[in-house]
Each structure stands twice: as structure tokens, then as C-alpha cells.
Antibody
Framework: QVQLKETGPGLVQPTQTLSITCTVS????????MQWVRQTPGKGLEWMGF???????EYNSEFKSRLSISRDTSKNQVFLKMNSLKTEDTGVYYC???????????WGQGVMVTVSS | DIVLTQSPALAVSLGQRATISCRAS??????????MHWYQQKPGEQPKLLIY???NLASGIPVRFSGSGSGTDFTLTINPVQADDIATYYC?????????FGSGTKLEIK
């Protein structure tokens, strides 16, 4: 069955870099786009970007200058890296599998990230 | 960016119909698809896909959930409402990037 699981640090200091790994099973990363979505108290659910099945990426311009999404298909993993973190980046970060017309049909359980010194 | 507007909360009685609306700042329909989707989120859980392409029920979702609409106006209907439906409901458009979500409608029991 399809499963997604995010792992990452619970606490990150301001100005530092956030790294989160999404490990998937039950499907191939070369067949689906993978999204990153976050949920913050200030802005609710926000689409951050995706990596296409072919490996190219698209980012929300809100994050474009500091966000990077990549993957390792041999390990069934997708990665999010975001630098220059601010307290407003505190929230839950989700990876999700994207179905052909842009909706997320499977989500990970999310990882809570707190940006604080 | 396409802005999706939802009412913050809705109170209904158990067994009654709940109608949750989502209005887009511009059309999210193509000649083939209405690219509006609905999710349910319970506290402490991830969002769960309910409806895709405005009116298609996602796998495993009870038939008391339904969706309708086109262009800029969309509706999620729950009929009849059950206690397990207490959650926040979000619409999301995929007509253009960036993908955007509504701010959510919290369903409460009257």
C-alpha cells in the first residue's frame, strides 16, 4: 500500500537550514509528482513546490529563493531543504503524492518544525 | 495567484445537510475538467482527499460526501452529517501554479 513518512528536526534555529526527508513506499517516484505542503498558524496550508516524475522542479515564488526539492529514486526518498529560516516558518511540513490533475491523493503524517533560538 | 475564499465556520445538527462553499478569484475550469478539490482535516492529522475534479469521490470516501460546481463557485455537501465529520474542510485549486488552498471551513455541531 502507498505510504509516505517525513523525518526531520523538531527544532531549528533562526537563519539556519531546514532539511526534511520524505520516504515513500508502494509506488515509484518516477511515476508521480511529489509535493511539499506546509501548514502554519499564520498562512494555513501552503503549497511549497513539487518535483516531477522526471526530476524537474517547480517552486512557489514565496519560497523560490530559499527552497530546494530533490530526490533519490534508488532510496525512494524526496528531500526538502529551506534556508534562512524565520520564526514564521514554524509549522507542520507535509510531503504528498500528486495525482495527474494536481490534487494530493496521499499525504505523510507531517513533521512539526519549530523555528526558535 | 488564485485566491480561494471559504467561510470560517459552519454549524449544523447531526443528521442534517452541511453545505460548504469555496469561491475562486478566477475560473479554475478548463474545457475538460473543473480543477477544484476538497480535503478533510481532523485535529492532529494530515489532510485527507475527499473530492477531486469538483465532483469525483475519492477512494474509500462515504457517499454522503458530494461536490459540485464549475468556474469560480464550488460546493462540498455532507448529507447527512455524522459526528465523525467534525473537522476542517479545505478547497484547493490546480488550474494554475502556485497551487492554492482555501483558508478552511470548520464544521461544528449545533
Amino acid at each position: 500500500q502507498v505510504q509516505l513518512k517525513e523525518t526531520g528536526p523538531g527544532l531549528v534555529q533562526p537563519t539556519q537550514t531546514l532539511s526534511i526527508t520524505c520516504t515513500v513506499s508502494g509506488f515509484s517516484l518516477t511515476s508521480y509528482y511529489m509535493q511539499w505542503v506546509r501548514q502554519t498558524p499564520g498562512k494555513g496550508l501552503e503549497w511549497m513546490g513539487f518535483i516531477r516524475s522526471g526530476g524537474s522542479t517547480e517552486y512557489n515564488s514565496e519560497f523560490k529563493s530559499r527552497l530546494s526539492i530533490s530526490r533519490d529514486t534508488s532510496k525512494n526518498q524526496v528531500f526538502l531543504k529551506m534556508n534562512s529560516l524565520k520564526t514564521e516558518d514554524t509549522g507542520v511540513y507535509y510531503c504528498a503524492r500528486e495525482a495527474p490533475r494536481g490534487y494530493a491523493d496521499y499525504w505523510g503524517q507531517g513533521v512539526m518544525v519549530t523555528v526558535s533560538s | 495567484d488564485i485566491v480561494l475564499t471559504q467561510s470560517p465556520a459552519l454549524a449544523v445538527s447531526l443528521g442534517q445537510r452541511a453545505t460548504i462553499s469555496c469561491r475562486a478569484s478566477q475560473s479554475v475550469s478548463t474545457s475538460s475538467y473543473n480543477l477544484m478539490h476538497w480535503y478533510q482535516q481532523k485535529p492532529g492529522e494530515q489532510p485527507k482527499l475527499l473530492i477531486y475534479d469538483a465532483s469525483n469521490l475519492a477512494s474509500g470516501i462515504p457517499v454522503r460526501f458530494s461536490g459540485s460546481g464549475s468556474g469560480t463557485d464550488f460546493t462540498l455537501t455532507i448529507n447527512p452529517v455524522q459526528a465523525d465529520d467534525i473537522a476542517t474542510y479545505y478547497c484547493q485549486q490546480s488550474r494554475e501554479l502556485p497551487l492554492t488552498f482555501g483558508s478552511g471551513t470548520k464544521l461544528e455541531i449545533k
